[in-house]
């Protein structure tokens, strides 16, 4: 009896002790979320974002807000795959003090699997994202010209600069620029206001012209630009205006208007835009009293072609635009008293800039409102009135 | 994860208060026993029936006691039987209706004992909601299911096969008995998961016979079992099902999917040793039984991914003393278990969850063949105490019951007739929560649909009604019996008037 007793205690224990300690206790972690402010922004981590962690094996979820580290802390998180989502909304004068424009924007973050294995603590980074703050601007137009040594009139200069015042790259594929219908103020004694003015939610433009590309193929890093002129080429050359203000040989685009008789020469170092709709001379000429422009972007083929009011059978038509396809819009007119001529509609632009005169190698820019991490935010009130100044030389690139 | 000492300690205190309850009962029964009072072959088998005397086989599972008590004779079965009510467990069937057909025998040859048995059972389940698999209540808590309920069609087939060698040197009986299980089924409704199932169990046994009638047994279990598990969506009407995987009492994963499959692959090994005596007209039997069951769920055909293991760990013993004779005795027995299930995730890489499951039964029977009426009574007490926990770390998730359920019983057989002999019999019983506790800090959809739901079931007092009546009949001693019983167990509760019931019919013929 005592053997069988001892023979049993023994098979019991063995059985006891075949118990397999495969993993350990279960351990829960303690996780620190860090959300990010995209690195155009003023300050480096968000405050006040709501940050929601899912466990992808089951559903279930937790949120926390972060603290003014850009902190959000879950406890008591199990092991598993998680995905973590980032929320903040930014306010108007949010967006202003960490971007210099005042709009208010949602910003987004999302890892969609991180991994929490039972450490005591875990930190992610969490990188925000939204919408661009801004977008593309009109930054600087030179359309007033020089005059040549001999004082004869010379417009060949001109250029318009396109500027990205957002808080991300902006992709200029398919981008165009047009020209609107118009006189810029009273020229002559009988001149008009643009017929179309009380259309207020279409610009009717003269030319357009387009940047190539399949949507990824040229980029504009925040608080870059690129200058479009009307020819790129070193206008100092004493060949053609040495009283020129400009060298734009080193211009990003130039508008070549090939024609039969090669009434405007190409410069091979710039490349080209493309021409999508022409009704000018030899050259994209820009008023010289004050041209209007904006930027957009929409299909050509889903613009509707109107005839000008009043003009005879012959004259091209021009190019009705919607409002909501422009991008920005400037306006520059003869003089100050030229207001009732303004081609742009005040939900684009609400005012108008002038230069002193014609060929004056005066310039208008846009003014800059803030600068944030070396980056210029440029003022956007959408008035042209108010968000530029005129400069006495023309200023490509400038900054 | 638990120490493993700490669960020996658990049994041997639960066998050791066991042993103190036998101890003072001993002082009560005094009875004698002759195994060879019966006559017929129909008498061994009402002893049997009635437990009338010690059988050895059923509670040692020893495959040597098969010829103890037992005649050599043939038999064929057919059983219906129908469990319906509300009083369930979330994952069973809100009905069950299984046909069965057995058939068996034992036969000693030349000192060979031979023992077979076969059944096929066919199950039919109505709105199994929650349960991709074929037992969801099989202690072992992954599972699968979809979100959808429907109705079940299974088949089940099960084969014994026993033999019992010649006694060696006048002391020594071994035996080996084989028992395999097969069954498959499938819900007819989308994502139509599907189940087949494998079971082969080996079991040796010997004994070893003592002076003065004593005997020491030993016998074991291998087992192997494999349930494969599949299910997808074939006649998709464009209604997302998502597939839940059951990982604790309350964890789980869950994915939209249109296909998958799973394999359980589980191994038992157990051991029992037996100690019987006799004197007198006592005899007694001790036993003491250790099982250890090990699960791995793997998920995938051509790369098979381990989603989980599953540990379980049992100890139990018991006493039997039986005095008497099968027409005038006594008998006490106490039966303690305790089983312990462990979960290791493998998303958790830790052990998650985990179970307790408690059992002291006392049952005492006391029966009386009346020489001049040929009536047969027979008493019966049954008290259980229970106490189960199921524990989830994941969800912070706990529930405890302890239980006490009573039931008495009273059967009476007419042994006065020779061709015809009527039984009846009925138990009357209640289960009495004694302790309950439930508590979930991060509670989810599972914790709400399941495991609550389950800890409601076990913590409910209930009243139990047995009855079973039935009759046996044979045209001379050694003549074909023709037996007919019908019985019906229920529970009642007061929660919602729910009840659980079933309804039995059997015949079988003898030869």
Redesign the interface.
Known sequence: ?KK?FV??IM???I?????????????TSIVTIQAKYPTTYSQPLSSGANITLTNI????FKTATTNSDGNAIFSDV????YTITANKNLSAAEALALTGISSAVTLNGIQNTATV??SQNITFQLQLQGSAVGGLVIKEVYYSGSRTPSGGTYFSDQFVEIYNNSTDTVFLDSLCIADAFGNAGLINATSLPTPFNTDNSSVYVSSIWQIPGTGRDYPLAPGKSIVIAQDGVNHKDPTLNPSSPVDLSNADWETFNQRSDNRDADAPAVPNLTRLYFTGGFDWLLPVFGPSIIIYKANFASLQQVAIPGATPTTAPRIKVPNNVIIDAFEALKDGSSGNFKRIPTALDAGFIFVDDTYNKQSVRRKTATTINGRRVLQDSNNSSADFEKIALPTPKGF | ??N??I??TV?TIKIEWGIKVLIGLLFINICTLDLNAQKTTLDSLQVLQDNRSLNLYTLTNNVVYTGVLRPSVGYAQANTINTFGTFKQPMQASQITALSMASGGYKKINNWGYNGYFNYKKIFEKKVGWSGVYNAYDDNPIIWADSSTGNWEKDAVMALVGITAPTIAKKINTGLQIIYNIASGARLSEPKPFFRYRNIAIQPGITYQLPNQQE?GFSGTIGFTKEENELGLFNNTGNNVLLYRFRGYG?????PFVSGERRREQTD?G?N?Q?KKSWKDYNLLFA?N???R?DEILEGVSQPVTTG?Y?G?E?GGLISLYKGNSNIGKSITIKASSKNG?I??M??????ASSVYQKIALHISKWHLNNVTNNLWQFTLSPVFTFIDNTD??TLTQFTTSILETVGGINYRNKSAKRVQLYAGIDVGYNFVVDDYFSST?P?IITTLLVQPNYFFHATNNMVINAKIGMDISQSIKSVIHSIYLSTNNRFTTLKSSIRSNIQLTYSIVF
């Open positions: 009896m069988s023979l049993l098979i019991v224990s059985f006891t002790s075949c118990r397999k300690n495969r993993f350990g206790v279960l351990v094996t089951d559903g279930s199990l092991p598993g795959s294995i039972g | 994860m638990m493993p000492s669960g020996l049994g020491i964890t789980f994963s869950k994915t090994l051991v040793l100690y003491l250790a099982a250890q090990d293991y540990t760990i100890l462990y290791d995730d998303i958790f890489r830790a052990e998650s770390q994941a991060k989810n």
